[in-house]
Structure formats: structure tokens, C-alpha cells
């Protein structure tokens, strides 16, 4: 499965499992690509200072934490190469994929109220062979205990509630951008242990959501 990305006019990066989970925002005017070719296309006419803006907009973020803002991009094909690859950390786990595809709509159908990122395709390994005699699963590491009073613990006290957190009201609470809580989620929590799941509300919005 490949992630569609959008960007809107705002410079606000999206990332879909499918074109028909990006309808909704490409309706709305944003631009979608898959790849850093077709990032390339819908850039192209893009004056370079644009470029620079988008960059600076998420460098030293949650989840882009280790990206420095820049001054300006030697030329367009490295810009667009460097945001391509930043941007890949709003891909999820494989497991989100699973759960973002079976909350997915049918074809033609409305996109889901928020963008749902997408894990990259990867090569199905073949089936170990089982030892003959089983041994325990070693207990999960435990995530560290945030410190009092930051944002990690404020996100996380947010998302053990019934009914989780969305995006939006994680970018209310925080003062962050859409993308900076994906990435945030995706690279500061879930790749560092934490369980974060996806939930449908009982009024069809899409939670982020820690169980106990």
C-alpha cells in the first residue's frame, strides 16, 4: 500500500493510505502526490522561498525534532528530495495500515474526517519454523515515564482518556500543527514503545487512544 500525501495552499502536509481517503482534502483544493516524482510535478511552478517555508514550517517539531531550519535550497530537486524524505516519517507501522484499510470507504465514497497515515509496503517473510519446545515472550519494555509538566505527558495523559484524543483537539491543546501531532504520534511515541491505537468515536471521528 502507498501513502498519498497531500499539500494545501496553507503548506499543510497530509498523509493518506489511499487516494480515496485524500478525496476529501484534493476536493478542498490541496494537490496530492505519491512519490517523489509526483512531488516534483506538482512543485515544479513553485517559486524556491516556498520551499524554504514548508521546510522551516515543521524542522525541530515533535517527530522532526533532529531537522534545523534552513536559510535557503542549493537548487529545486534537492529541495524536494530533502522534504520528500523528511515527510516519510508520517508513515505509520504496518499495523496502522491494517487499521487505517479496514476503516477505509468504498470507491467513491467520503474520505475519513481526518488524514490517515499509511505504513510502507514491505516484503512478506516467510513463516519461521517453530522450536519444538516454545519458549515465554519476554515481558514489553515499559516507555519511560515523561517528566512532570511537559507536553509528552500532557499527550499522553489526553490520549488514556475513554475516548482518546483527535488531531484536532491535540493541536488546540498543544499549539501544534496537524503535522506535528502525526509526527509526534508516529515518531515520538509509537516508535518508542507506546501502544497508540486508532479508534472510530461513536460519532464516526478518528481518536488516537491508549489502552490500560
Same mark, same amino acid.
Given at each position: 500500500?502507498?501513502?498519498?500525501?497531500?499539500?494545501?495552499?496553507?503548506?499543510?502536509?497530509?498523509?493518506?493510505?489511499?487516494?480515496?481517503?485524500?478525496?476529501?482534502?484534493?476536493?478542498?483544493? /490541496?494537490?496530492?502526490?505519491?512519490?517523489?516524482?509526483?512531488?516534483?510535478?506538482?512543485?515544479?511552478?513553485?517559486?524556491?522561498?516556498?520551499?524554504?517555508?514548508?521546510?522551516?514550517?515543521?524542522?525541530?517539531?515533535?517527530?522532526?525534532?533532529?531537522?534545523?531550519?534552513?536559510?535557503?535550497?542549493?537548487?529545486?530537486?534537492?529541495?524536494?528530495?530533502?522534504?520528500? /524524505?523528511?515527510?516519510?516519517?508520517?508513515?505509520?507501522?504496518?499495523?496502522?495500515?491494517?487499521?487505517?484499510? /479496514?476503516?477505509?470507504?468504498?470507491?467513491?465514497?467520503?474520505?475519513?474526517?481526518? /488524514?490517515?497515515?499509511?505504513?510502507?509496503?514491505?516484503?512478506?517473510?516467510?513463516?519461521?519454523?517453530?522450536?519444538?519446545?516454545?519458549?515465554?515472550?519476554?515481558?514489553?519494555?515499559?516507555?519511560?515515564?515523561?517528566?512532570?509538566?511537559?507536553?509528552?505527558?500532557?499527550?499522553?495523559?489526553?490520549?488514556?482518556?475513554?475516548?482518546?484524543?483527535?488531531?484536532?483537539?491535540?493541536?488546540?491543546?498543544?499549539?501544534?500543527?496537524?503535522?506535528?501531532?502525526?509526527?509526534?504520534?508516529?515518531?515520538?511515541?509509537?516508535?518508542?514503545?507506546?501502544?497508540?491505537?486508532?479508534?472510530?468515536?461513536?460519532?464516526?471521528?478518528?481518536?488516537?487512544?491508549?489502552?490500560?
Amino acid at each position: 500500500m502507498t501513502t498519498t500525501f497531500t499539500i494545501n495552499a496553507e503548506n499543510t502536509i497530509a498523509a493518506f493510505p489511499t487516494p480515496d481517503h485524500a478525496e476529501a482534502s484534493i476536493g478542498a483544493g /490541496a494537490q496530492a502526490f505519491s512519490s517523489e516524482k509526483e512531488f516534483g510535478k506538482v512543485t515544479a511552478e513553485w517559486p524556491v522561498n516556498r520551499f524554504v517555508e514548508i521546510w522551516n514550517g515543521f524542522a525541530g517539531t515533535p517527530g522532526f525534532d533532529k531537522l534545523k531550519e534552513v536559510k535557503k535550497f542549493e537548487n529545486r530537486a534537492k529541495a524536494t528530495a530533502r522534504i520528500w /524524505a523528511a515527510i516519510q516519517v508520517l508513515a505509520p507501522t504496518a499495523g496502522e495500515a491494517t487499521t487505517a484499510a /479496514a476503516a477505509a470507504p468504498p470507491m467513491g465514497g467520503v474520505a475519513l474526517p481526518e /488524514a490517515q497515515p499509511t505504513a510502507k509496503a514491505t516484503r512478506a517473510k516467510k513463516p519461521a519454523k517453530a522450536p519444538a519446545a516454545a519458549k515465554k515472550a519476554a515481558p514489553a519494555a515499559e516507555p519511560k515515564t515523561p517528566r512532570a509538566g511537559t507536553k509528552k505527558e500532557e499527550v499522553l495523559r489526553m490520549l488514556r482518556r475513554k475516548n482518546g484524543a483527535t488531531n484536532a483537539e491535540l493541536q488546540e491543546a498543544m499549539g501544534w500543527q496537524p503535522h506535528s501531532v502525526r509526527g509526534f504520534i508516529s515518531g515520538g511515541l509509537r516508535k518508542t514503545g507506546v501502544a497508540v491505537e486508532n479508534i472510530k468515536r461513536a460519532n464516526g471521528d478518528t481518536a488516537y487512544h491508549i489502552a490500560e
